[in-house]
Structures are given as C-alpha cells and as structure tokens.
C-alpha cells in the first residue's frame, strides 16, 4: 500500500476557496428572505422583568420579534437559544426580523427590555467565597452528571492559603493513582507552584452566522460547523424537529478551533424565525458579536506541587485547577490538563483535584488542545525551574519522563496505543542543533538577549466505532460519502483517500460526498478533538474493505470459483491464477445493482447507525455499497504527541522579542498527507504564540464589561509577529491500532510551541518564571526592569 | 455597547473644497468631514457616533498631493499614509515622519488612511469606544479611572478627569518636526502649530483637537527647520502591525560633532495629546550625544509620571525609549 497515502495532493474544496467560489452560510440567498438581528445583554447579569417591542414592530420593514419564551428552553448548565436571564454582557436576549439589517437594527434600539440586575463576577475565586455572588440564578458550579449546583468554600479555605497561593477548598472532581506521599517524600526538589492561564476567544475568521428556511415541514439550515452528521441530532433538538426533518448544510467552514465542534444553540435562531414569519431568515453574525457568542477557551488557576529526583524523573504531582467556566456548561479543560500531565510526566503517583465555577464571561467550550495546552504552557516552564535547580538539561528532563508504548493514561491508568514523544524529543533536539543553540542562551548583543525553549503536549486523538459508505457505481468511479465535517485541516481528505487506496482506485476517479445532509452521509464523529486521522481512517477502511470483499464475491459467483481466488488491482477484480478473468469495476457495480440484498445496498449490516442506514438505503440499488461499523480493535488512548522547539532575541529594554526559529515534530503516527501535517505544525504554532504571549482576554471586573471585543483588540498574532520559515518533522512510527498507522495531531502542536515560547522567553530573563499566560510586552518589560507586575498572582481576564 | 450595524446619514461628495466648507459650515454639528474613513466609520457602525450627514472629502483635488514649498514641504490633509511613506523628499529630509507613518496599523490601512485622519482620529480608551457615558462622551464618570479598571493602554501624564491617550503615531513625529496643521472654515483659514493642535482635556474633554464644527483640517506643513537632521523614532506595540502604540517616541536633533546642538523630543501614548519633552530637551542641550546623557534624559522624561492600575509599565518603557533616542539616533 502506499500508493496515495503519505503524499501530497490537492483537496478538492482549495480550488473553490483561493478562488473565493465557495459558499459560506452567510453567501446564501433565498427568496423573500429576512435579515435578523440580535438584542444583545448590556449587562453581565439580570432578570427580563419585560418587553415590550410594540413601537419597535410599528417600524416599516420590521416582520417579527422572537423572545426566549418562543424557542426551546435548554436545560441548565445548558447554552440557551434566547434567554430571560441573561449571564454575560452580549447574549442574546430577543431578536428582530426585517426586510434589512439596517431597520432590524433601528427596530432593537425601540424595543423597551426592562432588566432587573443580578450579582455577577468574572471571577471564580470571587464566586467561590462565603456569600460570594453566583453567575447565575440556581448555582455557582457544573457537576457531571448533577448538573447546576451551589459550592462556597470556607473563610478558613481562603485563609489557608498564602498570600498569593491559590486557596484549596473542597474540590468536585478529584482522582489519585500511586503513593503521593512517598512520591514526595522520595523527591530531590519538591516545586509548588500557583499559576493562571487566561481564556481566549477563538478568532474564527468565518462568524457564525446561518440561514433558515422551511419547505414542506422540512428546515433547511446553512449553518458554519466543523462536523456534518454529528451536528445534525443536536441542531435539530434546537430546531425543535427529527434529525430526519433537517437538511444541514455545512460544505464549507470559515474556522472553528473548537468552538464550532457540534451544532450550537444559536444556529437554530433563523429556523425559529423563519418558521414564524413563513420566510427564509438569514441571521450574520457580526465581529464583536462572535466575541460574545463564538466561546472562549475557559481559564484555570491553578496549583501544581511537583517532586523531582536528582535525575529530573518525576516521582509525584499533585495538581489541583480551578476553572473559569463561563455561565452555561463549558468543557472539561481541567481534567484533560490532568490526563495530559499523567501521560506527558507519566508521574509515579498524581493526585488531580478541580472544580469549574460559573463566571458571567462568554460561554468557554472546546478551544485547540482544550486544558492539554493551558497545561502545556502553565507547567513546562516549571519544568524548566526544576532543571534549572537541579543543574539538568531541558531536553533530558523531558527525555527521562517521556511516555512510552506501556505508559498509562489518567486517574484510572488505562493503556494507550503509542507514544513516541521520546523520539520526537531526540529528532527535534537533532535537527534544532539544541546542544550549540543551548550554548547561546542568555548571549547579549546590546540590549538584547538570546533565549531557547523546549514545550510539549498531548491531546487525546481518535475515537472507534463510527460507520464508513463507499459506492462503486456504474460509471466506474468511487464514490466516498464523508460525514465528518470540514474545519478547514482537509483531513476530511485525506482521510477519504483510505477508501481509495484500499480499493486501490486512482484519486482522479474518486469522488468525495460530502457537506450536505441530505447526500446521504454515514454517521460520523465531528471534526474535533484531533481525531479524524484515526477516526475516519478506519470507518473508511471497513467500508473499502467491504466494498472488497462484495466485489470478490460477485466475481466468484460470476467467473467461478471462491472469493480467495480472487484479487483487486487496476480497478478491476481478477483471478489470481489467470488475471485475464476480470471483471471492471463498473461491471462489478452493474452486478451489484443486478443481485441487490446486501451487495447493492437494499440489505444492511444490523450493527450501523440509523443516520447510516437511511443514506445507505436511500443509496441502494445504485452500484455496489461499502457499508460497515469500524469494529477494528481499540484498547486505549490514542495519544497525539508533540515537541517544540524555539530560539527568540528578546530586548529588555522593550520588552520586545523575535522568533529568530521554530521547529515542530509531531507524533501522529504514519504520515497522511506531508503538506496538510506541514500546515498544521505551523498553524499550530502560530496559534501558540498568541496564547503564550498575545491574545488578550480582559474583563473589568467591576461592571462586568468585555475590553476585547475586535480583532485588533484580540491580538491573533500577524505574520509580522511570527518567524518566516518555521521548520516541522514527525517520528513517523505506525500506531498499531489503526489501520494505516495514523494517528490524529492538530491540537498539541498549539501547546508545544506555546510551552516552548514561554520557556524560551523566561530562559532569556534568566529563570524568571511568570506563572502565567499570556505573558504579554508589559509583563516583560516589569521582568525586565525588576518592577512587579500589575496583576495579583490570582487574578483573571487582565491580559 | 457596540451594534456593528451602520446607520442610514446623508453623504455628500463635493468636488471643491469651498464646496465642502459651505456644507461643513451649513451642516455644523451634524456634518462629518469624512477622510479615509477608517476611524469614522467604525465609529457609525458602532453607532456611537451618530451623524446626519458625512461630508466626503475624496473628490477635492486641493486636499491631495505633496508639495514643495519656499520653506519646507506641505502636505495635504488627504494624502494617504502610504504616499509619505514612500516620498523621496520626506524619506531623505523628514524620515522621522515617513518611519512614524509605516508604523501606521497595516498596509492596506495605510492605502486608504490619510494623514489628515490620522491625527483627527478620536481616543481609543476602550470604555470610551465602547458606548460609555464617561466624561469624554457627555457624562461624569471616568470608567477608565476606577479602583477595578482595566487600564494598561492609559495615560501615565496629563489625566484631567480624562486618562485617553493620543493613539496617533504620525503625530508625535509631526510635533517632533514643528509642523503646522492648516484649519479652515467658510470665513478663513487659520494655522495652528502642531503641537497646539490637540487637546488637553483640562481644556475640552469632549475634543482631541482645536477643530470647531465647520473647520476642515486641509493640509500639514512642515518648515525646513529641521530638514535633514538626526532622527530618531520608535513605538512599541504588542504586535508587530495593526496595533496601537503602549509608547511611542520621536526625536529631532542637530549635532554638532558628538554634541547636541538642538533637539525636540516628543512622546506618544503616554497623554492625551503627543508629550513634547521640553525639560529633557533643555537638559540635553549642549551635551554629548552618549550613554549617560541618555541615561539622564530617560530619568528626566518619566519625573511626574503618575500611574493606574495596570501601566506602570510605560515608566520604564518611556524611559528606555527615549533613552534609546537620544543614544542611537
């Protein structure tokens, strides 16, 4: 095998992008369609005492007002549609339909929104305190599986802590492997660190916006999402209709990182709107809107007591996160941070501790690496602490606790399938020359300074158990129907050319399906979690070799003989002893057709999903159907692994610094697609940068407003802010789990090249350590000159 | 609160600039000189501002250009910020200004910004932009200056009530020069030195400038005075393109061998209006140009310096900075 994967290739959808042909939600047009807008909170917290929008409907061109009590209510913590009590400043509370924005606009400036204020915080050790304020009516923290509840710690907690030591009062998810207490006791140098890690918007270029309209019972939804068939349940539950009822469109994906994983609450707002006012309704979500409604990564303060032996092999942590989870459910950072450290560390013995506490801030959900990165760049610096007082190298540090094939993952120690950190570790340091570049650390010229930095991190990456639909059709071609999505990574691509090669079909005579519900898709899991590679790779694996198997039998039945005897090549099916007995695919598929039961579709394997059953059985009888479960065999984790490395000249006197170099090795297993992988490093990277040291998330704390509400506010980095030739590698090792060896990897490269940042930058301050991201310029710059810094050690959304 | 949705408001587009000041004088208040439009009408779109009509000034010939004159250069209001950048004549004799504009936000913004805009540009405290009723919009509060607030990018000189600072980087270059902004209404034109251009809001919190409703701003002159000297500019900002100055400095000086014979130095983003050093510029009269002259200009430039929550920062920043200019100029 090998013929298609590992190489470059050009992913249909590119064409339509760099031309600007394709279509975004948002480039949909209907007749007669409305324009909705929002009535946004203007404050953090408060209680819809009444509406009145008579003067606003009197408007000419104004068609509807929707409020929350004309849409589902969502079960708390869950996300609302519309709200009567509102948790941060900018959610939605109504919204207003008009033949123009313009108008629908002017509308919401008349309608009378009486709103009685509510207690909020942006803070959650605030909302921790006895008789602290809670975000939201009912609660203070998210429990799995109780919902929406009230803890306060005690005075006593607070008063335990010292001054500037994150306080630790009773916890609401907590785990321990191992003897913690001899794990330290055993440690050389026992390091107990508070740190912040601040929460950032997610900056897709594409703001959510949608377009409804309703057709014989019917909604068609042109939504912006990273997944396809695994939004579909979710955003017809919003819809308020069977996931059958719903045709969903989301062919092209302007970014997510996360935020865009599953269908999300608001999408559904022009379906309701057009259900009420009987026209399409196309809903654009404005820039400083997205910042409201687009989530951001939720923050930790944390606490992390690290013992080292003499050698630098971690014997015990004990790490305990406080996260900040915006007002509804969040995401479950905190204890991805804890796996990710069982797995980076592989500690002999961890005990995790955290609870999630509501804040009236944007709702957070999954951003790149939710809580693995956060991690990343919160403990790798301390790391560097430790090497710097037990007088060890950075990369041996990281060498002597890397994760092998035997490591265990998380509280309950469950296997994993690979990990080759330790190989991306020697591979970067090689190909980074880190032995000379280590030597120039802390080298001046005039008020600059040079500094080097080592990061890691892991994510989480692939799941099992998803359908795969393959269609060899008369015509001869392959058809490969995709239901995972397009982020925008192409791995939706990439992932599909296993089918191809499996079929061992030329690429020019595929054709993907994708980005519509109603082309008949399989049930997928969505575009997140870095898991496509290994994901979808396999679900395309079992309907390629169903297809096989299917074209092996139609050729026995019609050339004599047994399945055995029979091979694929060429697209065609032929005897082995006598390859001149064949028959072409599309021969094969007309057979299919001719034969029907299960070779064409019209009979089904009882174990796939029903979203795959339909569009298989809508499909049937139009050529020779590939349709299985991926039942391939997955015991563990599937860790994503990757290394940083960074060199940077930093100006004390400014607080300024350049990334002179990069380099980024992945471990994803076999190598897909080299240009895509490329491309993730160094996106990843980019994205890195900005966490560690520009993207800005602030808060006043006192009225509860959002400084950062703008691009420029934001602070993504540009390419002005980012080396040009960033370097990338991967190890390259076969995870024996999957099929073709492949593994996911998008997330980690974000921390990786975050940590090592950071690393690098405190390297070049000379072991001062921030305990803190972002560390932005005038943190720097008071490092630098010896000034404290403005923040409290604990303090949030400053930065 | 920001509602990203722009208004509907009268647009005029005159040919002439007698055209524009009747309109500018028969609409007063409600008129709006409109420039690049790069800060303005993000300001609509926010609806902050609201206006019953723009006033276009693209079509007017006499706005454009860059001349030559008897005693230095004049450049008009609505040259964009990518043409001075790339004038030979201001590269070669004024590069403090051309070095000031490329440090402008982003190249295509500076396709389509013009100078004139550029120090028009109103404040970019964020509680401001944000819809607040702060003193600068009308009210009486200060969101900027509260015991909570969120103020890393404010003033650490000059806080009257007001704690804004001058977000233009052209502008302390053209104090740094001695320019002259040309104002004129429907009756006259007047000329103001740069540096008396903007406002303190100790004099009028609601203005950045001495504009009065009626008065376009038409051109900036540059005299010869300091054609050629050493210069030296720099602004720091968190990100390398499209931000706005945490410090800013730009200097003039003449030598005369290592000694400094003359010099103006003025500072951005750490007032409401560009803070010309005139006590370091005294002290350093007459000295080496060398590190402990630097030294001392640094310490001198910050005395005073009265800080908020969260820009202590720019104290030492402001001191490297024009420590900086005045040792490697």
Redesign the interface.
Known sequence: MADLLGKNFVPPDVIGKVTGRAKYAEDFRADGMLFC?LL?S?MPHGRVRSIDSSEALRIPGVVAVLTADEVPSIPAPGNPILTNEPCY??EPILAVAAIS??I???A??RIKVDLEPLPFTVDPLESLRPGGPNARIGGNTVIRREGLQEVKWTAEDFAAAEDGALPMGKPTTEWSYGDLESGFADATLVLDETFVTAGHSHHSMEPRSAMAYWQNGKCYLHGSCQSQSSAVPGVARYVGIEPENLVFVAENCGGGFGSKGGGYPIMSIPAHMAKKTGRPVMMRI????EYFLGSARPGFQGRIKIGFRADGRITAVDLYIVQENGPYSGFSDFTSAAGAVSIVYTPLAMRFRGIRVLTNTPPRGAQRGPGQNQIAAAVEPLIDKAARQLDLDRVAIRRINAPDNDSRYGGNQGPITSAYLRDALDLGAKRFDWESRKAQSGRRRG?KVMGVGVGQAFHSAGSSGFDGLVRLAPDGKLYIHTGVGNLGTYSYGSTSRVAAEVLKCRWENCVIVRGDSSRHLPWNLGQFGSNTSFTMTRTNYAAAMDAVRKLKEIAARDLGGSPDDYDIANERVFARSNPSRYLTYAAAARRAIQLGGRFSGRELPDDINGMTRASATALAGTGLIGVAKDNLERTGTVPALAAGFVQIELDL????FEILDYLGVADCGTVLHPQSLANQVKGGAVMGFGMAT?E?H??????G?P?V?G???A?P??Y??TPLNMQWDAVNKADPQNPVGAKGIGEPLLGCAAAALLCAISDALGGHYFNRTPV????I??A??A?TQ??KPLQVN?? | MLKDMMPHFELFQPASLDDALDLADRLGDGGWPLAGGLDSLNSFKDRSKRIEAAIDLAGIAELQGIRETDDGIEIGAMATLTEIERHPLIQERYGVLADAVRQVATPQIRNAGTLGGNVCQDTRCWYYRYGLACYRAGGNVCYADTPGAMNREHCIFGADRCVAVTPSDPAPALVALDAEMVIRNARGERVVKAEDFFMEPSIDITQMTVLEPGEILTAIRIPATWAGATFYFEKVADRNTWDFALVSVAAAMTLSGNTIDDIRIVCGAVQCIPRRLTDVERAVRGSPKNEQTAERAGALAVRGAKTLNYNHFKIPLMENLVKRAIRDA
């Open positions: 807008r946004l203007p400043v900018g924005e313009t629908a606009q002017d919401i400036a404005s820039r400083a809107e008020s006197e400014t607080g300024k520009l800005r602030i808060y006043d704390p006192h009225y407003l400084e509400i691009l420029h506010q602070k980095p540009s002005m802010d932005v310029t005038d943190m710059i008071n630098a000159s000034k403005s923040h400053t930065a």
